[in-house]
């Protein structure tokens, strides 16, 4: 098989052409969503709902069948998200609790499962997705999924910024703290419903955490961050494919497409931050002393600093 | 005075939901004048602005912002610029000087709109206002202490303030930003911006503003500086704690700073 057909003419076939579009919808508005994720520091509260909607899709199988997963799932993600936000909020939990109710739920899920007919070929689709099965008449419902939460943040991403950078200034400024963290949490569950149904609730995480971490190591810019996680997050999408379908069809080995696609976007966060690195070392060689503009190379978040007077 | 106010107290107090709070609050500003909020530390200063942006719920009594005759609400908010006495923020954080004083127009932008020319142009005055253009593009975490709260306060003036509630601006601030600042408060209240600072400087209370409003949980005096400042009233808010008083300075042993 050329490398055209592994890029291009497999997606002539029509069900890698529904898992393309899905996948580039979805993983490209989880970019989007993911910045504010990664400025926001809520890696901890995406996974939280990843663990928290996995009973959803487990109740969702074992009522409606296939075509109930999708709706089991929001409900599922609505109800975390409202939880989630007023939790953190009201300080009544602290991390071990909630990682205590989200394991309970996850548990729970697994023994709906259970009870299925297919045990294991329904936890395993549950767990680890069905990008190339999608029902076509799932298409719609998950673009709309996406595009709702794409919605949320478009609509908040000003004051989602400033929250991240100055939580106590956006308040000051009339921003309802609960009304900002719910539109987010709510976002971030939907895309965790959209991806939980087609990469895999344990995957999912991957596409709205990666192509964040990555954009934040290509640029310091403010608003480039989100069209970079977006395009980022394409083209994973788009070569992970084309790798599972080149390894399967024309190697003969078979990759489940879900996690093929989610090693695709690891391995391209970690050449960003090979890049980054040698950018940084050449830059660090061209003029010692001088400070480079962008965050440091790790990603990570860095240590908070408080505002000094001292000039 | 009260009838063209920027800000009306009327037995107003504020409580925060343990009970702490500051109370007895009756008192107007008015265009162009500057109030210098002293008290001791634990007083209900910053309870007391952050009382006015509406972060502590108003339990007694009525404030009112504006000329609206009416009770504050949401939206007179937006009038009132606030300079904290420090944030927290991630040092790099991807944001620009800018894009921080652009913050300063959000409450006016709302949910939908995006900021366009009129607010890139608050933006660049702001910024020139407290000697920062040239430093419009870098990354805020970048800068100096003194530049980051000089940003700041570009910040709480892109909102074109009518009200401008300062929280202790002048500590630790070096004599060159310090006579920016002040420069600065003074062009303000010449422009008619009404101003509430918190301060320890008595030296300052005297340079920039007109009155004084002591409180000690709460309002003990309020007043023009020569009348309400006085050793007497001073001594009475700073209960059990040694006070001395000379020319300039308020000296206040173990609470000066934060």
């Known amino acids: ?311 | 005075m009260s009838s063209n106010a920027v800000l009306t107290f009327e037995e107003a107090a504020f409580t925060y939901p343990g009970g702490d709070g500051v109370s007895e609050l009756d008192f107007a500003i008015a265009p162009g004048e500057a109030v210098a909020l002293i008290g001791p530390n634990g007083a209900g200063k910053s309870t007391l602005l952050r009382g006015v942006l509406g972060l502590v719920p108003l339990t007694h009594g009525r404030m009112a912002l504006g000329d609206a005759g009416r009770d504050a609400s949401h939206a007179d908010r937006g009038m009132v610029g606030f300079l904290p006495q420090t944030i927290e923020f991630d040092i790099d954080f991807p944001i620009s000087l800018e894009q921080v004083v652009m913050q300063g127009r959000y409450r006016r932008l709302g949910l939908l709109r995006w900021p366009g020319r009129a607010d890139r142009e608050a933006v660049r005055h702001a910024l020139e206002t407290v000697g920062l253009g040239e430093f419009a593009a870098k990354r805020f975490g970048s800068l100096s202490g003194g530049q980051r709260q000089r940003g700041l306060l570009a910040r709480a003036l892109a909102a074109d303030p009518r009200l401008l509630l300062l929280d202790e601006p002048f500590n630790g601030l070096d004599q060159p930003n310090r006579d920016a600042l002040v420069a600065t408060l003074r062009r303000l209240k010449a422009d008619g911006v009404a101003v509430l600072v918190s301060t320890h400087d008595l030296e300052l209370a005297r340079e920039v503003c007109d009155l004084v409003l002591l409180v000690n949980g709460r309002q003990n005096a309020f007043g023009p500086v020569s009348d309400a400042l006085t050793l007497a009233n001073v001594q009475r808010c700073f209960e059990g704690v040694e006070v001395e008083i000379d020319e300039h300075t308020l000296v206040v042993p173990g609470h000066e700073g934060h």
């Open chain 1, 1 to 311: 098989m050329s490398l055209g057909d592994a890029l291009f003419g497999a997606f002539a076939l029509p069900f890698m052409g529904r898992a393309l579009l899905v996948m580039l919808v979805l993983s490209v508005i989880a970019g989007v969503v993911g910045v504010l994720v990664n400025l926001r520091g809520l890696e901890f509260i995406s996974d939280g709902l990843t663990h928290a909607v996995f009973p959803g899709l487990a109740v969702g199988l074992a009522v409606g069948g296939s075509a109930g997963v999708l709706p089991g799932a929001a409900i599922a993600a609505l109800i975390g998200a409202v939880l989630l936000t007023w939790l953190m909020r009201s300080g009544v939990a602290n991390d071990a609790g909630i990682a205590v109710v989200l394991t309970a739920a996850f548990s729970i899920g697994v023994i709906v499962v259970s009870k299925s007919d297919d045990y294991a070929g329904a936890l395993e689709e549950l767990l680890f997705g069905r990008v190339l099965t999608i029902p076509p008449s799932d298409v719609v419902p998950l673009v709309v999924v996406s595009a709702i939460a794409l919605l949320l943040v478009a609509l908040t991403a000003k004051q989602q910024v400033f929250r991240a950078f100055d939580p106590a200034g956006s308040r000051a400024a009339g921003d309802s703290a609960f009304g900002l963290d719910l539109a987010l949490n709510v976002a971030v569950a939907l895309v965790v419903v959209a991806g939980a149904s087609t990469v895999g609730s344990l995957l999912v995480l991957a596409l709205l955490v990666v192509p964040g971490a990555a954009a934040r190591l290509v640029t310091g810019r403010l608003w480039l961050l989100f069209p970079v996680a977006g395009i980022f997050a394409a083209l994973a999408s788009w070569l992970g494919l084309a790798t599972g379908f080149a390894a399967s069809v024309g190697a003969g080995v078979d990759l489940p497409a879900g996690s093929t696609i989610v090693a695709v976007f690891v391995l391209a966060y970690a050449i960003v931050l090979l890049v980054r690195l040698a950018r940084d070392a050449a830059r660090r060689r061209a003029g010692a002393g001088t400070t480079p503009a962008g965050p440091s190379a790790s990603g990570a978040p860095s240590t908070r600093a408080v505002g000094e007077r001292a000039a």
